[in-house]
């Protein structure tokens, strides 16, 4: 059974950086194929695709956000990490991390993250 | 990239089919067939309903069912019941940036 949760701050301030923990189990992210991505809701609106890492450490990041978005694996610890730099009250989200082979089969919770002075 | 392109709203009575659209370019839902559609009730983690434009992931009911035609994909719900009443949003892989994309979403309401 695949589970993904995320962790990290529920509470930034503008400019600082976000860090957030996606710690899954059920898969491995050293298997051919397999992916884990981050995907943003905020509140009232649609889902904002963000960034996405597979198991060979390839990335990807949503264009407008790359300068402030990385992503890394840590394949001993079953965990994937987003930073996200100078934060904005325009962040505040609920952030989702998932799993993915063709599509983003299993999600975790999601974690609200508010941006508030 | 830009947003895919849904209907704000979709309705339909129980028992009755509904289809939502989901347009994007040649970019994106035209040029790949990765398309999926996720389904999510208010306050709840979207659920993967369809991939790859047709594929139903097991558990999914066979009420649930995705084609695509040009740059246009769709997602019909069969005989609705009262459950399937959520928002619903599409994705397309879009390989001109190697990037992913989602839709703005769709609030079905069962009458």
């Known amino acids: 059974q695949i589970t993904l949760k995320e962790s990290g701050p529920t509470l930034v301030k503008p400019t600082q950086t976000l860090t957030l923990t996606c710690t899954f189990s059920g898969f491995s992210l050293s298997t051919s194929g397999v992916s884990v991505g981050w995907i943003r809701q905020p509140p009232g609106k649609a889902l904002e695709w963000l960034a996405l890492?597979?198991?060979?450490?390839?990335?990807r990041y949503r264009p407008s956000l790359k300068s402030r978005l990385t992503i890394t694996k840590d394949t001993s610890k079953n965990q994937v990490v987003l930073t996200m730099t100078n934060m904005d009250p325009v962040d505040t989200a609920t952030y989702y991390c998932?799993?993915?082979?063709?599509?983003?089969?299993?999600w975790g919770q999601g974690t609200m993250v508010t941006v508030s002075s | 990239q830009s947003a895919l392109t849904q209907p704000p709203s979709a309705s339909g009575s129980p028992g009755q089919s509904v289809t939502i659209s989901c347009t994007g370019t040649?970019?994106?839902?035209?040029?790949?067939?990765?398309v999926s559609w996720y389904q999510q009730h208010p306050g709840k983690a979207p659920k993967l309903m369809i991939y790859e434009v047709s594929k139903r992931p097991s558990g999914v009911p066979d009420r649930f069912s995705g084609s695509k035609s040009g740059n246009t994909a769709s997602l019909t719900v069969s005989g609705l019941q009262a459950e399937d009443e959520s928002d619903y949003y599409c994705s397309s892989y879009a390989g001109s940036n190697n990037v992913e994309v989602f839709g703005g979403g769709t609030k079905l309401t069962v009458l």
């Open positions: 040649s970019s994106d839902v035209g040029g790949y067939n990765y």
């Open positions: 890492i597979y198991w060979d450490d390839g990335k």
């Open positions: 998932a799993h993915r082979l063709s599509a983003y089969d299993i």
